[in-house]
């Protein structure tokens, strides 16, 4: 079997202000001391010696949670980048106020979530569910078929860990999920021989792990 761990990011000051981040990397996505506590919180529930290697978001907050994670192993721990672990691209509305966008876009978010509906990201020039999935999904089954029995560590964000987990599922613009909460895991199963994929855990803080 291949597990797959998956960490958000810990609370960003966009996080705070309730900025849409998308792929924004500038000083406002970046984590506040409250995130790194997250983060180091997740960490003391974490036996890293059981992870073969961890694969990061290359903006700047998943390097910063991930330079955490790695605190005392990061000698001994293969780390790579990955491009297709960044956010979802939200267009026009990247870096602006959720609040502002639902007064004049209400038919645009979720009622209960509060999230932008499948339907809306690409109307804003940014990415589909699908497209963030078919990237993710290539990912999956590199590391599937790469590393077959490993436990991997990936560090990325939000939606991109909602919809690899919808993905588990079978699942593509679904609404049942909301994003995982930050420094959360999300732990998903895929058996090399047969592809079948489990997802174990969702948005797991130190109490659920």
Same mark, same amino acid.
Do not use: C
């Given at each position: 079997?291949?597990?797959?761990?998956?960490?958000?990011?810990?609370?960003?000051?966009?996080?705070?202000?309730?900025?849409?981040?998308?792929?924004?990397?500038?000083?406002?996505?970046?984590?506040? /001391?409250?995130?790194?506590?997250?983060?180091?919180?997740?960490?003391?529930?974490?036996?890293?010696?059981?992870?073969?290697?961890?694969?990061?978001?290359?903006?700047?907050?998943?390097?910063?949670?991930?330079?955490?994670?790695?605190?005392?192993?990061?000698?001994?721990?293969?780390?790579?980048?990955?491009?297709?672990?960044?956010?979802?691209?939200?267009?026009?509305?990247?870096?602006?106020?959720?609040?502002?966008?639902?007064?004049? !876009?209400?038919?645009?978010?979720?009622?209960?979530?509060?999230?932008?509906?499948?339907?809306?990201?690409?109307?804003?020039?940014?990415?589909? !569910?699908?497209?963030?999935?078919?990237?993710?999904?290539?990912?999956?089954?590199?590391?599937?078929?790469?590393?077959?029995?490993?436990?991997?560590?990936?560090?990325?964000?939000?939606?991109?860990?909602?919809?690899?987990?919808?993905?588990?599922?079978?699942?593509?613009?679904?609404?049942?999920?909301?994003?995982?909460?930050?420094? /959360?895991?999300?732990?998903?199963?895929?058996?090399?021989?047969?592809?079948?994929?489990?997802?174990?855990? !969702?948005?797991?803080?130190?109490?659920?792990?």
């Amino acid at each position: 079997m291949t597990t797959i761990d998956w960490v958000r990011h810990g609370q960003t000051h966009a996080n705070v202000s309730h900025m849409i981040q998308g792929q924004l990397d500038t000083a406002v996505t970046l984590m506040t /001391s409250t995130g790194e506590r997250q983060v180091q919180d997740l960490l003391a529930h974490l036996e890293m010696t059981d992870y073969n290697r961890i694969v990061v978001s290359p903006l700047q907050r998943t390097r910063q949670t991930a330079a955490i994670l790695t605190t005392g192993s990061a000698d001994t721990l293969p780390l790579t980048l990955d491009q297709r672990l960044v956010e979802g691209d939200y267009g026009d509305w990247t870096g602006q106020s959720t609040a502002e966008l639902q007064k004049r !876009y209400p038919d645009a978010f979720d009622p209960l979530t509060h999230e932008v509906l499948p339907d809306w990201l690409p109307r804003t020039g940014g990415e589909s !569910y699908r497209q963030i999935q078919a990237r993710v999904g290539q990912l999956v089954a590199e590391l599937v078929v790469d590393h077959p029995y490993e436990h991997i560590l990936v560090v990325s964000h939000g939606l991109t860990i909602k919809l690899a987990a919808l993905l588990m599922l079978g699942l593509g613009t679904s609404q049942a999920l909301p994003e995982p909460r930050n420094a /959360s895991l999300t732990r998903m199963t895929v058996d090399p021989a047969t592809g079948h994929r489990y997802l174990r855990g !969702y948005s797991l803080t130190r109490l659920g792990l």
